[in-house]
């Protein structure tokens, strides 16, 4: 589906145009005609190939979709894959992807799988037609700025659920099961996120340092930016999976450690019915001659010594922090 389809010149936009006027406006000097798809057929994608003269692999990438994120050279145009993160009220994150098609006096940026789009960065690039001046480039650079730019918040709710799962784990009559889920859950999450900022981090050098593609020339800085913000959110992504590891060592380390509280309970229980159990064993037993048999105070006597024991040991397990 076709959602913008704008001629700029020289940083200053020119009109919105139809998908057949491109090749007019094309022939301009200093013009370029940024179009933007959602959701794209193979129709459209094979009208903009037409038109731009578009890489025949890159076509069938942006058709398919389901890529890894990257930037690849076609001659002198620029191919780059992103993948979009939108936080959804279930508190799950939404993968959604963008393939963005560049030359010298074009941009065609094609996304899938993501509600919100980038009208923010074509107003943003209109209101700054000083930098808008460095033509498709300059387009490049702000859609690449606004997709890393999306990161941020994801990571920030996620550290966020870290730290709620972390006051759980040591509040009384939390569920370690519980906790260890949502731990995992995070995880999976960070994973995610990973999958999307550690490729395009990868890719990124590309467009700034050693040998740059042409339409990314005089911004080399500005996409050196962009590759920082992709190192930052790089390292929050590793911390807060150490942080989520370390989270469940703890909490399967108080599972053990309440697992061998119960057994100690059980052990020292287990004493305390061993004792009285030994004695009465000694007194079933079919001997003639008993210690106390025929006296009279036999049997309080031997219940007050199984009493003392048991209250003794009692104590002691208590002392020890067993009972």
């Known amino acids: 589906m076709l959602v913008n389809c704008v001629a700029y010149q020289d940083g200053r936009k020119l009109a919105d145009i139809e998908p057949r006027e491109i090749s007019e406006y094309l022939k301009r000097p200093g013009c370029f ?102 033509g498709s480039g300059y387009v490049l650079y702000a859609l690449m700025d606004a997709v890393v730019d999306r990161y941020f918040p994801a990571i920030d709710h996620l550290e966020i659920e870290i730290e709620r799962v972390e006051e759980q784990l040591f509040q009384p009559g939390a569920s370690p099961r519980d906790n260890i889920e949502a731990l995992y859950y995070v995880k999976q999450k960070l994973t995610t996120l990973k999958h999307a900022a550690a490729p395009l981090m990868e890719n990124a050098g590309k467009l700034f340092g050693g040998r740059v593609p042409g339409v990314c020339h005089g911004l080399t800085e500005y996409f050196r930016d962009v590759y920082d913000h992709l190192v930052r959110i790089n390292q929050s992504i590793d911390a ?66 199984i009493a003392a024991i048991d209250t003794f040991l009692f104590h002691r397990f208590r002392k020890a922090g067993w009972l």
């Open 240 to 305: 807060a999976r150490e942080t989520v590891g370390t989270a469940i060592q703890v909490a399967l380390a108080m599972v053990a450690t309440g697992q061998g509280e119960i057994v100690r309970r059980l052990a020292a229980y287990a004493a305390l019915v061993a004792v009285p159990t030994m004695i009465v064993g000694v007194y079933g037993m079919n001997f003639e001659h008993m210690p106390e048999l025929k006296w009279t105070y036999g049997y309080p006597l031997v219940m007050g010594v």
């Open 33 to 134: 005609v940024w179009v933007a798809l959602r959701d794209a057929t193979e129709d459209e994608l094979a009208e903009m190939q037409e038109e731009y003269g578009l890489h025949e692999l890159a076509v069938e990438d942006a058709h398919h979709g389901h890529q890894r994120p990257k930037i690849e050279e076609y001659g002198d145009s620029v191919f780059a894959v992103m993948h979009t993160v939108e936080l959804l009220p279930t508190d799950e994150l939404k993968i959604g992807e963008v393939n963005v098609f560049v030359g010298r006096n074009y941009v065609l940026s094609v996304r899938r799988g993501t509600e919100r789009g980038f009208q923010n960065v074509r107003n943003r690039a209109e209101n700054e037609p000083e930098l808008l001046k460095n």
